[in-house]
């Protein structure tokens, strides 16, 4: 930062970075709360020196924490070879990670990857691939006759910020500037299986039916409405609503994948209901803080689809955010994460009911991945009173506070954590 714009001696090193901030930075974030420096392990440091325990982990991205030594050790290797080769070319990196993912997911003989960079470009490609599969439906509109296929997603869902993935997500509150959006897509009550049944039934035939529904897409825990699962059951019928219209599901795991939830994919829990998606999409945790998404398609046919030149990125699955991913992956799988995700998630569930704070009503969630219901609307001076003691949460709503932190958080950490959670006051000003 030049010297012309530290003109206050009185402020410290962070606030006058963020007057900075305010005057080079469009506000579509908000003002951020800390100037970060650097982290070791679960721990993060401001640039004025001052130490916080991280329970949000980058919004469930950074899976080892922060400086792994695996992480830093491949992604200095892979820099120091090529970091990018641009989509003409391959690389063993690349490679080797689509099989990974493939294998990771259970995915059936002829399953693919496409690689993005985010998550929301991974709910694109997901959407444009069901678009591509819809006009493979019986009664789907042609170039003379037909319907449009339509796409079921839920409400309180959230798939990501671009105008296809927005077009998908429930909030109107960002949804409403942006619109018309994507047409062909409604929103169907969250775990009411009836009203996805109506839905269905609303396919019709002739000049009286909706269309054909081509894809079914949700998050099987609501991560950004506040971490709220849906009910094993209800995914179960959708699953079944879906073979028998030869719909697709999606599966969003961007923010539930790469062992979040205590096991690879929150599909993949028998408590979720043990479905098996048609299409994944995946981003956040998979390359340890290196932006990385993409989708995999289940079985040949579907993979098929997606032909040369139906969709593509300039920096989906570069060599050094491969090399990044296979670290994070080796990483969660030799230093059994996945497994310390599932303990430490119920541990901190636990302690957190029985810590005797009257503020919190409830903890729910999968894994890491948790929330923090509150007595009254305060999640924003809450999160705020928490950050100013050490500890990185998220108001994730006015009544919930979502912890998701790194797979290498100790039992240690937890206490640590729930001893600062205990003494959140309940007099907070509402949000």
């Known amino acids: 930062m030049s010297d012309s714009h530290i003109t206050d001696s009185n402020l410290n090193e962070s606030q006058q970075w963020l007057t900075h901030y305010d005057d080079v930075h469009m506000h579509v974030f908000g003002k951020p709360l800390r100037v970060m420096d650097h982290g070791q392990g679960a721990r993060i440091w401001d640039i ?18 922060y400086a792994h030594p695996a992480w830093v050790k491949a992604c ?9 080769v641009s989509n003409y070319f391959a690389t063993k990196p690349q490679i080797e990670l689509a099989q990974k993912l493939i294998d990771l997911a259970d995915a059936p003989q002829g399953s693919h990857v496409y690689f993005g960079n985010s998550g929301a ?8 691939l069901a678009k591509l599969y819809g006009h493979t439906l019986p009664g789907a509109k042609t ?6 296929t339509r796409i079921l997603a839920l409400t309180h869902g959230f798939h990501g910020r671009t105008m296809g993935a927005l077009s998908a997500t429930w909030k109107p509150a960002i949804r409403k500037p942006f619109e018309p959006l994507l047409p062909d897509i409604e929103f169907i009550e969250a775990n009411n299986l009836e009203a996805m049944h109506d839905a ?3 396919t019709g035939v002739g000049i009286y039916g909706k269309g ?21 059951d209800y995914v179960r019928g959708v699953r079944k609503l879906c073979d028998n219209h030869k719909a697709l599901l999606i599966i969003d795991e961007v923010q539930t994948g790469m062992g979040r939830t205590g096991s690879w994919f929150a599909f993949q829990r028998e408590d979720l209901g043990g479905v098996r998606p048609d299409i994944v999409s995946f981003a956040k945790g998979v390359a340890g803080g290196f932006p990385m998404g993409g989708i995999i398609a289940f079985g040949e046919e579907l993979s098929a689809l997606f032909s040369a030149g139906k969709h593509g990125s300039t ?3 570069n060599p050094l955010g491969a090399a990044c991913a296979l670290a994070t992956i080796d990483t969660i799988e030799h230093d059994g994460l996945i497994s310390n995700a599932e303990q430490r998630g119920e541990q901190l569930r636990r302690q957190v009911m029985n810590c005797g704070n009257s503020l919190f009503t409830s903890v729910r969630g999968r894994g890491l991945l948790n929330a923090i219901t509150l007595k009254h609307p305060c999640a924003h001076a809450a999160m705020e009173w928490a950050l100013d003691h050490g500890l990185i949460i998220n108001a994730v709503a006015p009544n919930a506070l979502r912890l998701a932190p790194p797979l290498i958080i100790s039992e240690q950490d ?3 954590a729930v001893n600062i959670l205990k003494h959140i006051p309940t007099d907070l000003s509402n949000d």
Do not use: C, R, T, W
Not at 76 to 84: D, R
Not at 121 to 128: D, Y
């Open 143 to 148: 170039a003379v006759d037909g319907k449009p």
């Open 76 to 84: 200095s290797e892979q820099a120091a070879k090529v970091a990018h």
């Open 48 to 65: 004025d020196g001052n130490e916080y325990l991280d329970f949000l982990a980058g919004i469930a991205v950074n899976a080892l924490g």
């Open 212 to 232: 054909p529904v081509a894809a079914v897409i949700m998050e099987l825990i609501q991560g950004e409405a506040g971490v709220m699962p849906l009910d094993a």
């Open 200 to 202: 269905f039934a609303e």
């Open 315 to 317: 920096f989906a699955g």
């Open 121 to 128: 470009e991974a709910n694109e490609a997901a959407l444009k």
């Open 414 to 416: 937890v206490d640590e």
